[in-house]
T-cell receptor
Framework: KQEVTQIPAALSVPEGENLVLNCSFT??????LQWFRQDPGKGLTSLLL?????REQTSGRLNASLDKSSGRSTLYIAASQPGDSATYLC???????????FGPGTSLSVIP | DGGITQSPKYLFRKEGQNVTLSCEQN?????MYWYRQDPGQGLRLIYY???????QKGDIAEGYSVSREKKESFPLTVTSAQKNPTAFYLC?????????????FGSGTRLTVV
């Protein structure tokens, strides 16, 4: 059974710092991995989607990498801003069907 | 603009009452999903549907029911059998056959038992 974990559960950094969020999964037979952002009381906003054949995806200050063999993905945020404060979730898509497994999320706070 | 619309944003249910949460998408996505989110917990799958007139139970389907009569719509009914329904409910959709595409989420409905 696929299990997805995210470390750390919470992170607080000063504005301007570069940071890395981690996502680990137990079954490397995945189809894709998606990173989401969730603001308090809101739905999830898709940030980046990485196919299993890809190693990384970039969007603005965000870069997500994928290492299937080690069961890990990282989300790199450059030059963090207070507006980046939110919970970040990763979700892994299995190969056999489209249901995804979500990690518990990392709560990020960027201090001005 | 294409997207997913969930309504209402806030919903209050009395004990023993059934309530229905609406989810509509205009993305032409095949698959739709309902998740429940509780404070400090991850998303848990309630029901999902890959095509019209077909749906499958997720991990926590007890006390919930769904229908998929139209591709665009996937309403969720929280029945009186659901003993702890207070939670944040999220609807999502994805393209089923083209598995390279990820999920799109609605803005959620917060249900409270009064």
């Amino acid at each position: 059974k696929q299990e997805v974990t995210q470390i750390p559960a919470a992170l607080s950094v000063p504005e301007g710092e570069n940071l890395v969020l981690n996502c680990s999964f137990t079954d490397s037979a995945i189809y894709n991995l998606q990173w989401f952002r969730q603001d308090p009381g809101k739905g999830l906003t898709s940030l980046l989607l990485i196919q299993s054949s890809q190693r990384e995806q970039t969007s603005g200050r965000l870069n997500a990498s994928l290492d299937k063999s080690s069961g890990r993905s990282t989300l790199y945020i450059a030059a963090s801003q207070p507006g980046d404060s939110a919970t970040y979730l990763c979700a892994v898509g299995k190969t056999s069907y489209d249901k995804v497994i979500f990690g518990p999320g990392t709560s990020l706070s960027v201090i001005p | 603009d294409g997207g997913i619309t969930q309504s209402p944003k806030y919903l209050f249910r009395k004990e023993g009452q059934n309530v229905t949460l609406s989810c509509e998408q205009n993305l032409n996505h095949d698959a739709m999903y309902w998740y429940r989110q509780d404070p400090g917990q991850g998303l848990r799958l309630i029901y999902y549907s890959q095509i019209v007139n077909d749906f499958q139970k997720g991990d926590i389907a007890e006390g919930y029911s769904v229908s998929r009569e139209k591709k665009e719509s996937f309403p969720l009914t929280v029945t009186s059998a659901q003993k702890n329904p207070t939670a944040f409910y999220l609807c999502a959709s994805s393209i089923w056959r083209g598995r390279g595409y990820g999920y799109t989420f609605g803005s959620g409905t917060r249900l409270t038992v009064v």
